[in-house]
């Protein structure tokens, strides 16, 4: 055939919704010279690929089926038809095929099931000579139309017969359709919507698809469908070839199907939309028709598997195979599913089943779904229908499991007790004799009786029936018991019955036993903790106002002797050497008042835990003789006889200042409490090793008065001492061992004491040392005296930075007295700009005070060191303070500072400093 001459038609085809082809039949294959994208959708091959596709030898069954019908129309030359099944639709497909010349066949697909588009066919057109005695117009499916569009009218050029048909003529009866007709014979309803579509595609000449009625010749209306799509000829004309295809028996097929479904029984309707409404709370609702082997339809996401509506039972328990995460929920899904199955449950009348099983989503997760069928029996078929719905009840189940854990963890059991029947339902139970075929009121008692001693039953019983917790509760929220039961192991247990009403409507009364055993326990343990520790608190309160008493005297003893020699200084100015004797006096008690002073403070620090060591290069030969130089003279003066044995010591790493402090406490407590003539050995002895770390024994032991063994309990408490009584000298703050014994500890070493009345004492201190070599540069041991700076440090400009009068004024002199030229500034801001108003260079050292009012010397500093000058980061800034602890020093240098002197000031260690620097 001539395939130019089709080819103008070929735009009304390619949109067409009847599924067209041409096959051109050959010794060897059968090949399509033209397929729609209808006919594209039923056999499965891509849309545009159909033109010269090979059919024949295909795998398709469907395409098999249709080439062996074309052979058989092409070798009879008379027309076919055939009925398939093609996978592609998912339905069955009626085949009609033509011949139209040799070697050609037309043919034409539609659903077997309906009649939605003619299949009657007519000239193409008068113009195209007929090359057979059928005709390639005589199968063309529908009608067909051509118009031109000129000056924005729509104009009726042909209409092929098929169009006369599904008016109800035929060519001969009207030769031709007045253009001016035409719309007169569409239906009234119909022609404004029909005027606005034509009207819309000459604006814009676009494809026009309407569906609309015509008026046929007996008088009736007839729906009709219209695709026309623009062609334009070598002239540059536009027309219009449009296919009409019959929708009447689809519409009044629609209208049948609605009015036949308001005939359905009306119980069968309202069942099926109270299944449909649960599908705001379901995944998915499946509708089976069991005996025609069915999915009829579906609504909804299922999570079992990808489904379509029409296939069989067996393809849906295939495809959802793979959501069951083993083959024991694969199998009681397919026997839930079961046509055989679902028979039987229906005949003794059971019309609601319930499975739940464990799913797997697209995504992974591990879902619990709930399965509900809904069998009936279709009205009108008597088919057996099953409604499936799934349901996602994985969070139902979860919260179920969450309760039943914690009920199990905390709770005997929890009953729901139906105040009105004395029936109750039991949540959960860990050996409980309850059983829910039992009223309450027998179970309950059973309970009891197995329960409770004899002696407490009968009580038991009043307080917990039913009667009783309803009276407590019409005036209590809660009504609560506790009792004392003896456990199977023994020991006793406390049980809590707790009554309250469920909710507000007060029929359901929820009876939770809990055993609280463990937290009476923890009470009663945290009572015995507050009253150890109220009593503790009682005795450091007692202790603490005998030390406030104790340091009332210890204060004012050395207060006493300053106040007391200064006022005697006075009166003696003309003889020197008694002034002498009374400074000397006052240094002594000044001494002792600083020493007072830190141990509280070091007392305070431990309690609070802030106290840090410092470890540091430390050479014990050094400490040994420093023990001889303080202790040998101080034993000297009461006859003591004092012995040092060292051995195997060398230079450890350890806090020189808390270390010196451990063992001259003691020391001094043995010459303290040692009376005239006694003696005091102390021994420093090597131990196995423990790891890396040299273990050391110091051992301390005095021939004193010996402490009895009810102090020795509380000996390390803070501010206690014990009545030396018989010995003098003996005042002190009680401060000494506790500091003793936490600074021990904070060193990870241990301490032991051994001492009876009147036969001395023995302290064993055991430590742990790291070992270190010696430091390349060795400390100077002994301080020049103060005269040999009287020319190094005369001349020098000072920035004294302080606050206080009377520290201005014994620094000022201190100063002066070497030829120091001295500035004061009362606070840092006044330091800051004394410093910036002076020329570069001209102080030769800031002395700089920390706690001072508007700004500090902390601050001072910082602000000094960020200036742009040249002296101003290299200038020496030396803090003098009463900021005496080793963390105030460190952050003095953090801030910049170059040292730190913690008052009250030497003025050996000051001149010596100042000319390190200068």
Known sequence: MDKNSFSPYKVCFDRSPVAFGILHIQAEAYTLDYGNQALSELIGHPAGSLSGAVLSGSENAFLNRLVLLCQRVDSSGVPGSDI??????????????????????????????????????????????????????????????????????????????????????????????????????????????????????????????CEYRLRHRDGSWHWVSLIANPYIDQNGSVYYYGVYSDMDHRKKAAFQEKKAHGALSPRYEEEVRDIQALSDECLCILCLNLSSDLLEYFTGKTLSGQLYVGMTLKELRRRTAFAFPDETSRQRFADLLSPEHLERELACGNHHLNMVLPLSDSRGRFLWVEFRITLRRHPDTHDLI???????????????????????????????????????????????????????????????????????????????CLETVLQQLNSNPTYQRLYQLPSPEGRICYKLFRFAYLNQTRQTVLLTVRDISDIISREERSKQRITEALQAAKRANAAKSEFLSRMSHDIRTPMNAIIGMTALARDETDNPAVIADYLSKIEESSQFLLGLIN????????????????????????????????????????????????????????????FNQIFFNLLSNAVKFTPDGGQITFSILPMPAHGERLRKRFFIRDTGIGMSPEFQSHMFEPFTQENASGVTGTSGTGLGLAIVKNLVELMEGTIQVDSVPGRGTGFTVELDLPPCPPPSRQPETERANCSRYDGILSGKRVLLCED???????????????????????????????????????????????????????????????????????????????????????????????????????????????AEFL
């Open 599 to 658: 141990d509280i403070l070091d007392m305070s620090k431990i309690e609070s835990k802030v106290l840090i060591l410092y470890p540091e290069p430390y050479n014990l030969r050094d400490f040994v003789r420093q023990v001889k130089t303080l202790f040998r003279p101080l034993c000297a003066q009461k006859q003591i006889t004092f012995s040092i044995t060292a051995r195997d010591i060398g230079w450890v790493l350890l806090d020189k200042l808390r």
């Open 386 to 464: 099953a409604f499936l719905a799934e349901k996602d009840i994985s969070r139902k189940i979860l919260m179920e499991d969450m309760l039943h854990q914690v009920v199990a963890q905390d709770y005997d059991f929890l009953l729901c007790i139906e105040a009105g029947s004395d029936s109750f339902f039991r949540f959960a139970s860990k050996g409980s004799v309850f059983r829910e075929d039992v009223p309450y009121s027998k179970s309950i008692k059973r309970y009891v009786c197995h329960f409770f001693p004899p002696k407490k039953q009968q009580e038991a019983l009043r307080s917990l």
């Open 84 to 209: 398939g099944y093609s996978h592609c639709a998912n339905r069955r497909l009626s085949i009609q095929c033509y011949p139209i010349q040799a070697g050609y066949c037309a043919v034409q697909l539609a659903d077997a099931g309906s009649n939605d588009l003619v299949s009657e066919t007519t000239d193409f057109t008068r113009e195209i000579p007929r090359t057979h005695e059928v005709g390639l117009g005589a199968v063309i499916p529908g009608g067909i139309s051509i118009h031109r569009l000129t000056s924005a009218e729509f104009v009726n050029i042909f209409s092929s017969e098929g169009v006369y048909r599904l008016m109800g003529y035929t060519s001969e009866d009207v030769p031709a359709l007045p253009e001016n007709k035409f719309p007169d014979m569409v239906h009234p309803d119909d022609r404004e919507s029909f005027r606005r579509a034509v009207a819309e595609v000459c604006t814009r000449r676009g494809e026009l698809h």
């Open 804 to 914: 206080h009068p009377l520290n201005i004024q014994v620094a000022t002199r201190l100063l002066e007295k070497k030829g120091v030229l001295v500035t004061c500034a009362r606070d840092g801001q006044e330091g800051v700009r004394q410093f910036y108003a002076a020329p570069p260079h001209w102080f030769n050292v800031i002395l700089m005070d920390i706690r001072m009012p508007v700004m500090d010397g902390i601050e001072a500093t910082r602000f000094i060191r960020s200036m742009d000058r040249p002296d101003a980061h290299t200038i020496p800034i030396i803090a003098m303070t009463a900021n005496a602890f080793r963390q105030d020093r460190d952050q003095t240098r953090a801030a910049g500072m170059n040292t730190h002197l913690a008052k009250p000031i030497k003025p050996a260690l000051l001149y010596q400093t100042l």
